[in-house]
């Protein structure tokens, strides 16, 4: 009974000696979402093995640096650029590939819908330049997410005057509560850029901490398009801030 007692004291005492400390720390709370602001800033910088694009290598099979910057709003609405070396064929590793991404990205419950257009532009070959439009949706189904996605791009000159388009479904899945999870992705595309190609990839990562990330991915094309597909494995480390 003294016990029951006691604790039925702290009850009612607890709540009083807390109150200053719940204003602080919600004075606290609303300060911080007011220096945050509806804004948050997100970048990323890796280093990879190959730039394998939709199983096609756009580096030459030389390593890949990349780099990119996301700004995202509270409402969903973000905007993205990301920069690589590539290889278009013209010598080498001769230029720089910078995409621009402006989009819009809601949950809905364990649902995510991400829609939006990339701007591919290549610095000093501007005739490469061109459009595309982009729409997905992943699912959680417990610690995994599965996603369903579409890409296409419109009839341009800069693309032969044709359309492409590329769907692909992908997977993440974490491996319990350690930092080790897999993920892979299949592809298929037609037109501009392929002709029914098939692509796949899968691969395995570890959290290092920090925001770095290793990966190793295995990937592979239908066919060899010219010496850009066959298979291969990529190792990629990035670190994210």
């Keep these: 009974m ?19 400390n719940v204003a602080l ?22 280093v990879l093995t190959d730039y394998r694009f ?14 990119s910057v996301t700004v995202e709003h509270e409402s969903g609405l973000y905007a993205s650029a990301w920069a690589s070396n590539v290889d278009l064929g013209l ?3 001769d230029n720089v590939e910078v995409d ?15 829609v939006g257009a990339i ?11 061109y459009v595309e439009g982009f729409g997905s949706i992943g699912i959680k189904l417990g610690a995994a997410e599965v996603r369903v996605g579409a890409a296409y791009a419109p009839k341009q000159d800069n693309i032969g005057g044709q359309d492409n388009t590329y769907v692909y479904v992908s997977g993440d899945l974490p491996l319990g509560k350690g930092p080790f999870s897999l993920h892979g992705t299949f592809g298929y595309e037609n037109g501009a850029f392929a002709d029914h190609k098939k692509d796949w990839l899968i691969g395995a990562s570890v959290d290092l901490g920090n925001g770095a990330t290793l990966s190793a991915d ?24």
Aim: no cysteine.
């Design 54 to 67: 939709r199983g096609l290598s756009l580096s030459g099979h030389n390593p890949e640096l990349t780099a």
């Design 25 to 46: 720390a919600q004075d606290d709370a609303a300060e911080a979402d007011e220096a945050s602001g509806p804004f948050e800033i997100s970048g990323e910088v890796g």
């Design 218 to 241: 295995y990937v592979d094309t239908a066919h060899d398009f010219t010496g850009l597909g066959g298979e291969t494995a990529v190792v990629s480390l990035k670190w994210g801030f």
């Design 91 to 93: 010598g080498g590793a």
């Design 100 to 114: 621009w991404t402006a989009g819009f990205s809601k949950d809905v419950g364990n649902v995510n819908i991400d």
């Design 119 to 129: 701007y591919y532009s290549y610095m000093n070959h501007g005739d490469f330049n």
């Design 2 to 20: 003294k016990f029951r007692t006691f604790l039925a004291a702290a009850a009612f005492i607890a709540p009083l000696a807390a109150m200053p």
